[in-house]
């Protein structure tokens, strides 16, 4: 990312924002070295999904929507449980 050539100022100036949100996130004691670190591993979890969503493809809608589910599931659970 810091490598000569590899990006532009812009391209580094989003993950500088990025970080400064997962720094705020972490609280006032991260440090910029957790923030960073935190990035990167909320980034490398990213992942392109080609998804078709017209026509007859029925199964790539399902598949889709039973993911998301799974998702919003599975981070709805820890909030749940702290207001009990």
Do not use: Y
């Not at 017209?54 to 790539?60: F, I, L, P, Q």
């Amino acid at each position: 990312m810091n490598a000569p050539g590899t990006t532009n100022a812009r391209v580094r100036q989003r993950l500088k924002h990025l970080e400064g949100v997962v720094r705020k996130i972490l609280g006032e004691d991260a440090s910029d070295a957790d923030a960073e670190m935190r990035s990167w591993q909320m980034l490398f979890s990213l992942f392109v999904q080609a998804v078709e969503l017209e026509g007859d493809v029925a199964a790539t809608r399902t598949g889709c929507v039973a993911r998301l589910q799974a998702v919003a599931d599975s981070l709805a659970e820890p909030a749940i449980s702290s207001c009990d």
